[in-house]
């Protein structure tokens, strides 16, 4: 049986497996004469499977049958690909944005109306104290400053009173800070702030609040100003409030102001 021998760097399990197959027409002793040129016999030749080679990935067969594993992958494949796209749509982000968008401002305009009133713009909104004793309306005063803790906790509650009743009732704010309203202090017997004071139609004082107290106290007393009934039902009540020998004097350069 011949030998092949390898000449270079080939691998062994390339070269095709060869075995001998004997011949029926061929003699035994035919091999002995040296004259005559030396016959082998036809080679059936086989190849062995390939193994997994680490420089190329093995190629699968389009016509034997799929393993189940590869069954399984298809089906994991196919059904990863019929979910959601692996890219945001633009549709979806612009719907998105706009439904952000729209909550933002639904978020901001809630926080502005319950906490995001101060006390600035109460008393930009507020009506001159001249004027709301004058106009034939009753009218509630509040006595406040701009450092007081309670003035500023309490001024969502006066913001949403006065858009109740803003038609019938006047709304006056006197910074006591003023020098300006240093009469209406000592007339009203401010000692405490903020200092609400409900004044009828002539601004005649029929009672006043003082203090932190719930939104209910200056509700139920604006509400019997508005109908025009002749007492308030919580004429003298006092809460948590800060003192007004606090208070930052200042003078305030424009006569019609009454911040």
Same mark, same amino acid.
């Given at each position: 049986m011949a030998r092949f021998a390898p000449s270079n760097s080939i691998a062994l399990h390339r070269i095709p497996l060869c075995f001998?197959?004997?011949?029926?027409?061929?003699?035994?002793?035919?091999?002995?004469? %040296?004259? +005559? =040129?030396?016959?082998?016999?036809?080679?059936?030749?086989?190849?062995?499977p390939e193994s997994h080679d680490t420089t190329s990935a093995?190629?699968?067969?389009?016509?034997? %049958?799929? +393993? =189940?594993?590869?069954?399984?992958g298809q089906a994991a494949s196919s059904s990863s690909n019929q979910g959601f796209p692996e890219f945001p749509n633009k549709d979806i982000n612009r719907r998105v944005a706009i439904v952000s968008t729209v909550s933002a401002l639904a978020l901001f305009s809630s926080s502005r109306l319950d906490f995001g009133v101060s006390l600035k713009d109460l008393a930009a909104a507020a009506l001159p104290y001249e004027?709301?004793?004058?106009?034939?309306?009753?009218?509630?005063?509040?006595?406040?400053?701009?450092w007081c803790e309670v003035c500023r906790e309490l001024a969502p509650d006066v913001y949403k009173v006065e858009q109740q009743f803003?038609?019938?009732?006047?709304?006056?704010?006197?910074n006591v800070d003023n020098t300006k309203w240093e009469q209406e202090l000592d007339e009203f017997g401010v000692e405490g702030i903020p200092h609400f004071a409900f004044l009828d139609k002539q601004g005649n004082e029929e009672g006043n609040v003082v203090g932190r107290l719930p939104r209910q106290y200056l509700l139920e007393n604006v509400d019997a100003l508005a109908r025009g009934e002749a007492s308030i039902p919580h004429a003298r009540v006092v809460g948590q409030f800060s003192s007004a020998e606090a208070r930052k004097v200042h003078q305030v350069s424009d006569p019609r102001s009454h911040g």
């Open positions: 001998r197959i004997p011949h029926p027409l061929l003699q035994p002793s035919a091999a002995r004469f %040296p004259s +005559s =040129p030396r016959r082998f016999p036809p080679l059936a030749c086989q190849t062995l093995p190629e699968k067969s389009s016509n034997g %049958p799929e +393993s =189940p594993g590869d069954t399984t004027e709301a004793l004058s106009n034939g309306k009753p009218t509630v005063v509040e006595f406040y400053a701009d803003k038609d019938r009732v006047n709304f006056v704010m006197l």
